[in-house]
């Protein structure tokens, strides 16, 4: 939805894959796990990117060209860390840094979705959070093997070890694998507050920091896997840091009627020339202020988006959901 809209701008286009998911193993054969939504880790992997394809190119990619760093939910937090990554270890040519739905506080909209799901289905939250604890044990697994999914049920590490490792699903693929799943038969009690869970929590977690803008973020409000009251807080935190030079420049926008996928396209307008002006600004540009407006919904009483990406699985009933991944 992004890169080739972007490619078709005339726009070189670096997508990189994260660590553990595109090559999965060492030449040694010992498995490369993923940690998942730790956003400042992969941060290291977009930068690394960066640097790859000025060297695997040099004849288009400058040295020191103009680079912008966009991404999507786990993307945006990937992009989100490299403009707090640029304060500290900067690249030559960064412009700044756009991110969709950024799932920067993931652990936060987690323990949200267990007290609304405490309190009963009427109660307000980012509900489809839940469905997120097997990829955040797995992830604490990466990053601390000694952790090894401790905070799995049976039913978890079946499905996880038997169905989705063996057919290498996805993320939109394991969120389905897991749909139904009761919270409780999802993951142990209190898993969340055990003390190596607590450390990634702490080591992915993004905002109220200094980073280098500007920051375009943009967010939906019926959006329920990515809270936009978290992204909110953490674009409000990071603006009262102090910042060497003055502004974070983050501009954050609201969609109204906007879920999690289809808010890439109804902003696309807005991120496209957002780039393109970035791309063609000078290096060491004045930030603007922290700002927030909200636009309206387009025809948002008679649209329905969709949660998920792929709309012809949604089809099927929610209890069979993991099955069509066979």
Known sequence: MAPFALALQGIAVVAPDYAGLGVGSLPSGAEILHPWLAGPLQANDLAHAVTAARAAFPTLLRPAGPFVALGHSQGGAAAWGLAERQARRPLPGYRGTVALAPAVRIFDQLDEALHAHAAGPTAAGPIAALGIAPKLIAGVTAAFPAYNYAGFTSLTAYRWHKVLKPKQGCLPADTLAFDGVTPEDLAVRDWQEHPTVRAYA????????????????????????????????????TCRFPQRGGSAGIELITYKGAGHFPLIQASQGRWMNWVKERLRSPENEKLPACSKKTVEGLRSAFSVPAQLPNFLVTW??????????L
Do not use: C, H
């Not at 977690?205 to 959006?223: A, C, K, Y």
């Open 316 to 325: 099927a009933p929610a209890a069979e959901f993991w099955k069509y991944l």
């Open 202 to 237: 702490n080591l992915s977690r993004l905002g109220g920091r200094e980073l280098q803008g500007p920051m375009l973020v943009i967010t939906g409000d019926v959006d329920v896997i990515v809270s936009a009251k978290s992204v909110e807080g953490a674009a409000d935190e």
